[in-house]
């Protein structure tokens, strides 16, 4: 595959910062704001408003990052996985009025759930049981706007998991991210395969990529270069699979200097 064109992940201010060179390439860009728990439950009538004044334009792809502050989709109550069905609905109602195709959702599983897959056998069908159920309106929900969930890797550990969970379910508008800081961590502090492994992993159903760097402790979110990700096996990675990920990249802070971060990963490319 050709690698997409590279976006990034915003905020309103932060968008409006570099809103001329996300717009003279159409970049992909990833809507941040909604993701904390007191505004994705409020009235967000103004911030979207404003959004769809200031995304004027924007040609690219665009999405959001869905709610997940509390929110495991597998948890086994019932009448808690209502309340997560809720907020995400609500999400999806935010990208559907700022035009977005893809919304970032957390996936549950954890390193606690590789080590007890004998002693607690029953566990993880349990949880895709869960998650499938958790899942189910907001899937039918994205396939009625044109949207896709992405199931991001979190404290993932098996790179293979969040896949069989994507598999099992089986949904057109259902697939896989890596945020490439995430799996290098858990290599480095939990013995997980290395990144380009989780790509490889995830081929076949690989939709979004955020790309951060770490350095190997703390989810720092720097910019590619900057920690201790080697880049080139995880962008020929992602050359060697058949589908086009979007590509975007998330850091915390420093956005003005995107151009230049993204030019320098080209020349990896």
Known sequence: MALSTIGAAVEFDSYLSIK??????????????????????????????????????????????????????????????????????????????????????HSPFTMWNVLNRRNYPKVEAQMFEAAADCLAPALARAQDIGCTLMLENIEDTDPATRVDLVRQINHPNLKVPIDTGHADLAHNNYNAPPVPDFIAAASGHLGHVHLQDVDGYADRHWHPGEGRINWDPVLNGLDAIEETPRLIIEVRDRLKILPKTVAWLETLI
């Open 20 to 105: 001329n060179w996300l717009c003279e390439s159409d970049r992909p860009i990833e809507i941040q704001d909604f993701v904390m728990p007191d505004v994705i439950a409020g009235d967000c009538s103004d911030l979207i408003g404003q959004y769809q004044a200031a995304l004027d334009g924007h040609n690219g792809p665009r999405g959001i990052h869905g709610p997940f502050f509390g929110l495991e989709l597998s948890n086994p109550d019932r009448s808690i996985r209502a309340i997560i069905q809720e907020r995400f609905l609500k999400g999806l109602e935010i990208a559907e009025a700022l035009g977005g195709t893809h919304m970032v959702i």
